[in-house]
């Protein structure tokens, strides 16, 4: 018909797939953001990171679900700091930043939020556009996951946390390196939720140390 484009045979796989995920279903029936919401859930449920008035960073925060999830479980005290490239509908307790975090003065941005509090957990679920290209993707996911870490250097307190999707590739290695310098507790989480084909996991960090 004229006018409308032609479906790819990929975007017609990812939309099946996305429409028969479970997780996709049970995020719509609970009125989460996201389906990404169900990996924090689990993350969560093995580690325990997050606790009432706590102070939480939230990268790559948007539709929401991480943000949804944080906020109920910091509670009235705690706080959550969110930011995304993208626009996000507002969550009561979120205090969002539409910016790319890549830009310097999208950080101080984020830092003039943090203030003088320090932060208690970091978590990046930050994902670039994927071209289809490794050689392009994965430099362009681990600069990504890198500046996610060198802001735990300016915010988390003491033994705080983080939390971060990293793409196992080229870089992961030394990546988790230095993590495991900086934190006590360095654990790889690859929730269920996570589509097994996804080169993505978690890794997991507590007691920061440096
Ligand atoms: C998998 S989604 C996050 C889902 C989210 N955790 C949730 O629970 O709804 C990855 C997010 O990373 C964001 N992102 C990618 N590059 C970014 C950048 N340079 N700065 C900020 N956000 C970025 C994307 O816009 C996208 O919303």
């Known amino acids: ?48 990171l997050l606790k ?16 949804q999830y944080a906020v109920q479980e910091v509670g009235l005290d705690g706080m959550v700091i969110a930011c995304d490239i993208l626009s996000m509908d507002p969550i009561a307790g979120v205090d969002f930043l539409q910016g790319d975090f890549r830009e310097e003065a999208v950080l101080n941005a984020l830092l003039k939020k943090v203030g003088d509090t320090k932060v208690d957990v970091v978590m990046s679920d930050m ?6 290209s490794a050689a392009v993707d994965q430099p362009s996911s681990m600069y990504l996951v890198e500046l996610a870490f060198d802001m735990c250097h300016q915010v988390l307190a003491p033994n705080g946390a983080f939390v971060v999707k990293v793409f196992q ?30 080169r993505e996991v ?9």
């Not at 028969?20 to 389906?35: F, H, I, M, N, P």
Request: aromatic residues 10%; glycine residues 10%.
């Open 1 to 48: 018909m004229a006018g409308k484009k032609k479906r790819s045979a990929s975007s017609t796989r990812w939309m099946k797939e996305h429409f028969d995920d479970q997780y996709v279903k049970e995020a719509q029936k609970k009125g989460l953001r996201s389906r990404a919401a169900f990996k924090i859930e689990e993350i969560q449920g093995k580690d325990k």
């Open 52 to 67: 009432p008035g706590m102070t939480v960073v939230d990268l790559g925060a948007a539709p929401g679900g991480w943000s």
């Open 127 to 132: 994902a670039p556009n994927f071209s289809g």
């Open 202 to 210: 978690y890794i997991v960090a507590s007691g920061y140390k440096l």
């Open 169 to 198: 590739g080229e870089g992961f290695d030394q990546y988790l390196a230095e993590v495991r310098k900086a934190f006590k507790v360095v654990k790889i989480r690859k929730p269920d939720s996570s589509r097994a084909r996804s």
